[in-house]
């Protein structure tokens, strides 16, 4: 079809625009925004290490490969005089040891890598430090994630705080769906599941801000399950501790009945104290266990399941 000239003027600046208007729209997308390859602490360095490891060690198979795939189009194309056809090469030595030994001893670095890093990389490993590592308690729930901060008395929705000097360890559970807690600048992802308790233990190098979110789908929320992990200086965490105090109301049973309810983009809200042992009460609603309970908020709490 033939466009006139001068619509093709008009629609000239258009098409520009466009293309630069999906430019901007991408421009968030590029690796080099990838914070698993830009790791901001030593357990997510590692995980890229060992990512990049068991690339190039696969490549030396895929490498071969794509070459070889290249020359044979060549070297037997149609047409061609040079190329001698021998057909009968089933019982080739040569072909055998290249196609059994190679990919054996792959298997073999890649089992030894897997065996090696799974112990050093064990999420419940404690990470060591001259300083205790702060504990906070994570729950998921339909779609925000709870903190708690045992040292702390308190509370927080969808904002993890810690201080930067200190490793931190993370128990995990959910009040809800099966979901999965990551920080992907920090270390990966681990699931945290209803009746059961998961640990992941962190670190970060610096003071800075890092996105954790929910990688396991859960529902019509879960494109905005996210929050920012914050590992703070000392002067900041000290402050975020006394803002969090000062503003937040207490969480008792009833008011975590009412947290539980689904919600969609939960704001970031504070608890200046929670109920006491509200992680276990948690984890004992999904147990086989009725009754007696020791007090109406562990009722409350535990019947909320039913």
Known sequence: MNIPHALRSALKPI???????????????????????????????????LLFTAFWVMMIVAIP??????????????????????PDWDSSWKIETVVWLVPAAIIVVLGTLVWQSTHKLDPYKEISSDKPAFKVQAVALDWKWLFLYP??????????AFPADRP??????????????????LGGQIYAMAGMRSELNLLADDPGVFMGRNTMFS????????????????????????????????????????LHKQSVANPVTYYSSFETGLFKLILRKYAPIVGPYESKAAELICRGAA
């Open 15 to 49: 098409g520009i625009a466009g293309v630069l208007g999906m430019c901007l729209v991408l421009q968030g997308c590029g690796l080099s925004n990838a914070p698993v390859l830009h790791p901001k602490g030593p357990i997510a360095l590692a995980e890229r290490d």
């Open 65 to 86: 490969a794509i070459v070889l795939t290249l020359f044979f189009v060549w070297r037997y194309r149609s047409g061609t005089k040079t190329a001698a056809y021998a």
């Open 151 to 160: 040292e702390l008395g308190v509370a927080s929705v969808n904002e993890l």
């Open 168 to 185: 931190l360890s993370i128990e995990i559970t959910s009040d809800t769906v099966m979901n999965s807690l990551m920080i992907p600048a």
């Open 219 to 258: 529902g019509d929320g879960f494109p905005d399950q996210h929050f920012k992990a914050h590992a703070m200086s000392e002067e900041d965490f000290t402050n975020w501790k006394s803002k969090v105090s000062g503003e937040g109301a207490p969480l008792d049973a009833e008011t975590y009945l009412e």
